[in-house]
Nanobody, 118 residues
Framework: QVDLVESGGGLAPPGGSLRLSCAAS????????MGWYRQAPRKQRELVATITPGGTTVYADSVKGRFTISRENAKHTAYLQMDSLKPEDTAVYYC????????????WGQGTQVTVSS
């Protein structure tokens, strides 16, 4: 019912920046929590950041102070600004959306590769 389209991944040098976008479409997507998980090779998928429709944010300890999640509710789009990138940030980043209206459902984007390397 919800389609998530990610963009903005790519290659950045250590200390550089990238901005990920995730556009949501579907019924009543403005009520959804939005965020990103990431998965590095041979690693468990982990939460990066989430944001509620009201703007409350949660960050993984590993990205606090470096990443900023935001959303434009009128555009049904979430953004992840990634600054001071480190090689260990290299992973596939998956946009995530959780419906808060019943029935509660989780949705996932197709994933976008972020590579931090010189």
């Amino acid at each position: 019912q919800v389609d998530l389209v990610e963009s903005g991944g790519g290659l950045a040098p250590p200390g550089g920046s990238l901005r990920l976008s995730c556009a949501a479409s579907g019924l009543q997507v403005g009520f959804n929590v939005m965020g990103w998980y990431r998965q590095a090779p041979r690693k468990q998928r982990e939460l990066v950041a989430t944001i509620t429709p009201g703007g409350t944010t949660v960050y993984a300890d590993s990205v606090k102070g470096r990443f900023t999640i935001s959303r434009e509710n009128a555009k049904h789009t979430a953004y992840l600004q990634m600054d001071s990138l480190k090689p260990e940030d290299t992973a596939v980043y998956y946009c995530y959306s959780r419906r808060t209206l019943a029935p509660v459902e989780d949705y996932w984007g197709q994933g976008t590769q972020v590579t931090v390397s010189s």
